[in-house]
């Protein structure tokens, strides 16, 4: 049986483009013992990928040339040689990006479709939603009353950020880059504020007019001179989780500015750079919670989802020019 | 009785000279009911005090022109209106810079003059000594066979840091700017290597041959290049306390850099500013264990005594050409 791939054609040299990636032509490979053949469903495209596509030291290591790129991907068994997976279940991993994928079922985590849609296992209810549970929670600890900026923020991890500092009783300042998602997230989700980094003349003046008790968490998805602007503001004791530094992936050179250093000296402030997978262990608290949050309603979610195996490309790219509200999905088959 | 002061006499731009300062007879106060007068023995002076002469936001207040400076002193109790302090006690306390201080006696505490040499209230168990007990423990956590680093080696927080870190088991690098300097680390205070910042030709090898198995902790005194250099050899998990930033006190601009955020990603390393005050409630914990290990040997200190009150600002300038080997101390009267 023919199957398709995407490999990574060559590594960027600053944005990629769509000769970043190459498709091919393959064959299905039957499921071995222990091994099960998925149909992919759905893909996850991640703006953490853009890092794995240079050959360099990093907090995962990097895609190879020539092999397929790999990611979330939420696929239903075609075949399977192992007992607690069946023909027709779901399941959610880290996946090649291919049309049919031939995998251990170790690797593998099952999904109950009864309890929200399967492509949440690659937002609300996968790494994304971790990524802000962990890092807000265990790094950012908001306080009621206090004020929290997430930058990114109708991304897939910056508006479950919101949403959780809003349960917990924070002001919630968000940034983000059009007026259909400061929409969104004021209207849907709650948030206090949102500042259009797009669009504003000034953004350290509309900072400090949506954050007048200044800054006490800022989780941090952007990098840049958008960050250099909320530093200005932060609190005695502010917490920085930093996620992700979108603005900065694609840059050829060094990334430079101010130096963040004496703010957090003045401040008595905590930076500190986490990946979800440091949380691995707690994982299962994790689901639980935002699991519950999400039935419950207190946790909304929005997935951008394009339709076609052969705009995975495209709809990588888009990540970095901001055009997803929430979690970008490629939907490859019903 | 005459009396002598040292006035803030203008806020510096850049770095401060001798006109920054200015001397102006007074007459001594006689104390009020529970007053003390002291008559200054030795006077501290210290980088942060550079931060305290302008006119910003900072983590402790400025310094206000026309008015006397002000920080560590220990001093001779001359007369009393207290019945817990005797003519002829020593006492320490953030005090203005006079040859005569009249102050309540509630902001001083006694010093026992039989545990160590009253100058150390000032130094390794003072101020300084505390610094790096908190700084290095609470965020640094170093732990065996980790690799720790330290700039500013040589000055009074620095040098207790890495006695503290080999009493941990760590492996400690030291960056300091003389061959004395460097000689009394390793030789005196058993550090495990020191690189001369000043006459390196290329910092990151030096700190690559020092440190094979990269960096865990930096305790981090003096910002700029240097930390540049060590953030590139940052591993997992690294720990950053941020005590100081002394190349930087005396900059006019923006302190301008690679941003140190993508190396914290990429690391899930954690950065934490932080003062002495931070940890205040702890302060008898901190005083208990130096003291131990300042009596034990296992702590040694340096003192740089320069005499005369006439000499505090060329004590204090010689702080930012790092002249000093240890703690930076005037010798105000017998």
Redesign the interface.
């Known amino acids: 049986m023919k199957n398709e791939q995407i490999l990574l054609a060559e590594r960027p040299k600053g944005m990629p483009t769509t000769d970043t990636f190459k498709y091919e032509e393959t064959e299905v490979k039957a499921p071995k013992e222990g091994e099960v053949l998925l149909q992919t469903l759905y893909l996850s495209v991640d703006p953490y990928m853009r890092s794995r596509m240079n050959d360099a ?3 995962v290591p990097p895609f190879q040339v020539n092999e397929p790129l790999n990611g979330g991907i939420v696929g239903r068994v075609e075949e399977s040689t192992v007992d607690h997976l069946q023909k027709g279940d779901y399941v959610v991993g880290y996946l090649p990006w291919k049309r049919h994928i031939t995998v251990k079922a170790k690797h593998l985590q099952k999904i109950d479709p009864n309890v929200a849609p399967i492509s949440t296992a690659l937002g609300v209810l996968g790494m994304p939603g971790l990524t802000a549970y962990f890092g807000l929670l265990d790094i950012g600890q908001p306080k009621e009353g206090e004020t929290v900026v997430v930058s990114g923020a109708a991304g897939a991890v910056g508006m479950v950020v919101g949403q959780i500092a809003k349960i917990k009783g924070a002001r919630v300042v968000g940034i983000a880059g059009s007026e259909e998602k400061i929409q969104y997230l004021k209207e849907e989700l709650g948030f206090d504020e949102v500042i259009n980094y797009k669009t504003t003349e000034n953004i350290r003046a509309d900072l400090k007019k949506a954050c007048p008790d200044g800054v006490d968490v800022y989780f ?1 998805n952007v ?1 840049g001179e958008i ?1 250099d602007a909320v530093a200005s503001l932060f609190n005695k004791g502010a917490r920085i989780p ?4 979108i603005s ?1 992936y694609n840059l050829e050179k ?22 979800v997978n ?1 949380y691995a262990e707690h994982f299962g608290e994790g689901m639980k919670q935002l699991g519950e949050w999400v039935s419950q309603g207190k946790i909304k979610y929005a997935e951008n989802i394009v339709d076609g195996f052969e705009n995975v490309p495209d709809a990588f790219l888009g990540l970095f020019k901001g055009e997803n509200l929430g979690k970008q999905i490629v939907k490859v088959a019903e």
């Open positions: 030291k990093s907090y941090e990098g960050s930093l996620c992700g530094q900065m060094v990334d430079v500015g101010p130096r963040i250093q004496t703010r957090l000296l003045m401040n008595s402030a905590l930076m500190k750079g986490f990946i440091d």
